[in-house]
Structure formats: C-alpha cells, structure tokens
C-alpha cells in the first residue's frame, strides 16, 4: 500500500464523516508495519470496531470515533466488507504459547508480612514476552538456548524467535538435558510440533557442542524432512522463519458485525 498516496487521499475520503464543527481529524495505519509509541517502544495494536466509509484499490477506511479513523491495508486484510458495515478488526498482536496477548500483566502471589496473599501484576513497557512452556533446565548450553530464543529477534525485527514459533503453531513441546559428560553422545535440544502453511511436523533445535553451533532438523511422521547444520546463534531467527514462518501472521482480521448499509427514507 502506497501510504504516502493515501495520506494525501484521506481529506477526500472522510468528507462528509467528519462533525462540520471539527477542524481536523486523526487516523491510523494498518500496513503490516510495527506501530511505535511515543517513547519508542514497539507496541501491539488493541482490537477496535469502526464502521467502513470508504475503500479504494489499495485501503479501506474505517471510522472508529467522533474524527478517528484506521486505514487498512486491503492486501492484509481477510475479509473485504462493504461500504456501511459495521466491523471488528484486529490487527496482528504479539502473542504467549498460552494464546494469551504478549503485553498482559503478569501475575503474582506475594505476602504480606502477617502472612495474608495478595496478588502483584508486573507489565514492563516495551516487554511482550513469549517464554517457553518448559522446566528450567541444568544443562547450562540448553539454559543458554531457551535464552536466546526468548530473548533474540525474529528477521523481521519486531517479535522475539518465540513470537515466531507461537505464530507457527509450536506446541507439545520436549527437551533433551543431558548432563556435562554426555553432552556430546545426546545434544541439548528442543523439540516442537508446529502447523503452518509452510511445514506441519516436528522441529528440533540441536545444540552441536564439538562446533559450538546448531542444528536444525524437520521431521514428519518420524522421518526426517530436511536438516540445517552449522547454524550460529544470531542466525537462529533466519533459519525458523525460512523452515516454518509463513507469513500469515501479518494478516488483519477483519469480521462483519452487520451487513450492507441501510437505506434511509
């Protein structure tokens, strides 16, 4: 989408939407880019609902307050409504294995000095984790593994390889944690189910300690699909999302809470 071009449409576009008693007005848009806020921390945009007042080849224009409005990518987006409907839409959120939004508050149980529980929500501003559904481990090269694969970004710079691996279906999740003296005879290593439209199977990372390298191996009904050796750690991200990532994430979903606009007399 050409948002230079639909910058300069949106006066025309909105005429006629706008209060006559309101000078200006605001708008968003949705074209797959990672929003930024003002103190320049990524952040997940919330579900909103608008009514459709305009489209064109490349946008639709949802009015979603008295002078605010959204902008959608029509590429992106999976469903395209009429002129008049009144709709929900949401925009792609970074997201936890327990399909819960990466951004919600964590929760914890503290006590007070007497003894009585209470209940602590921690949110840290800019932080969307997606930690890993598995033990803590002793093996320090698969300490090290989960680290960077909660902590390194995704190729596209705005999810974290474990957004990536939520977005791929990753579930079922299994570990080998071997102790120091049989490190190299059974690697370290996480192993996962995924479903995407790319590969649906198993997925192994491999820690390789002789090269100080990964593996990555697919596998489907036990048979091994295709193998990736002498992977570095900052090239973990590139390699998931070529075996696995297929783009579907970047998808805005839109529903239709009402049909056609109706006829006024």
């Keep these: 989408m050409d948002t230079q071009a639909i910058r300069a449409q949106m006066p025309t576009l909105v005429r006629g939407h706008v209060p006559s008693n309101v000078r200006s007005f605001k708008f968003n848009i949705f074209d797959g880019q990672p929003k930024v806020s003002t103190l320049g921390f990524h952040v997940d945009p919330k579900p909103f609902e608008g009514k459709v007042i305009a489209t064109t080849d490349e946008a639709i224009v949802v009015k979603t307050g008295r002078a605010e409005f959204a902008v959608l990518d029509k590429a992106l987006v999976t469903d395209v409504p009429d002129e008049g409907a009144k709709v929900q839409v949401e925009p792609y959120a970074r997201r936890r294995f327990d399909g819960m939004r990466a951004d919600t508050p964590e929760e914890s149980t503290e006590f007070?000095?007497?003894g009585q529980p209470y209940t602590v929500k921690r949110l840290i501003l800019g932080s969307a984790p997606?930690?890993?559904?598995?033990?803590?481990?002793?093996?320090?090269?698969?300490?090290e593994l989960i680290?960077?694969?909660?902590?390194?970004?995704?190729?596209?710079?705005?999810?974290?390889?474990?957004h990536l691996l939520v977005d791929a279906g990753a579930r079922d999740f299994t570990v080998v944690d071997p102790s120091p003296r049989n490190i190299i005879a059974t690697p370290p290593a996480i192993g996962f189910t995924v479903a995407s439209a790319k590969?649906?199977?198993?997925?192994?990372?491999?820690?390789?300690?002789?090269?100080?390298?990964?593996?990555?191996?697919?596998?489907?009904?036990?048979?091994?699909?295709?193998?990736?050796d002498e992977v570095s750690f900052d090239e973990l991200g590139q390699a998931l999302e070529r075996l696995i990532d297929d783009g579907s994430w970047r998808l805005i979903r839109v529903q239709r809470l009402s049909g056609r606009k109706l006829v006024q007399h």
């Design 112 to 114: 007070t000095a007497d």
């Design 147 to 162: 680290h960077q694969l909660e902590q390194l970004p995704a190729p596209d710079g705005f999810r974290r390889i474990t």
């Design 130 to 143: 997606a930690k890993l559904p598995i033990p803590e481990p002793q093996c320090p090269e698969l300490q």
């Design 199 to 228: 590969f649906q199977g198993r997925v192994t990372v491999l820690y390789e300690r002789g090269l100080d390298l990964y593996a990555v191996e697919l596998h489907r009904n036990s048979n091994l699909v295709e193998r990736v």
